[in-house]
């Protein structure tokens, strides 16, 4: 069984940072791509990085890049989503995500919410003005 649990969200002021955490359990390598969402209450969920699970190249929003950092710790089981410069606008419910068996020959640059077979519980982040 696929366990997603995320960590590291909360409040801070714009221009600040925080590091996001995802503990995985039970994700195999029928998983090709890991993930983070986040969504906005009323909004639409928005992928914000992606990343393959077995190494290679990572992919980001447009609004997100140059600020966002998504890495992963193989030994520990752990996805990262490293976040700087943070705006008011970076103000969201962030998801861990990853991909299953039938998104197998899905690039990861072009996974998108559907693609997707497991999800974390989400992770607060808030920034203030």
Do not use: H
Not at 10 to 37: E, I, K
Not at 84 to 100: Q, R, S, V
Request: with cysteine; proline share 3%; charged share 20%.
């Amino acid at each position: 069984q696929v366990r997603l649990v995320e960590s590291g969200g909360g409040s801070v002021q714009a221009g600040g940072s925080l590091r996001l955490a995802c503990t995985t359990s039970g994700v195999t390598d029928s998983s090709r791509c890991m993930a983070w969402f986040r969504r906005v209450e009323g909004k639409e969920r928005e992928v914000v990085a992606r990343i393959y699970r077995r190494g290679g190249n990572d992919y980001y929003v447009d609004s997100v890049k140059g600020r966002f950092i998504i890495s992963q710790d193989s030994a520990k089981n752990t996805l990262y989503l490293q976040m700087y410069n943070l705006k008011p606008e970076d103000t969201a419910m962030y998801y861990c995500a990853a991909t299953g068996p039938r998104a197998r020959s899905v690039p990861c640059y072009s996974a998108t919410g559907r693609d997707i077979d497991y999800w974390g519980l989400g992770t607060q982040v808030t920034v203030a003005p």
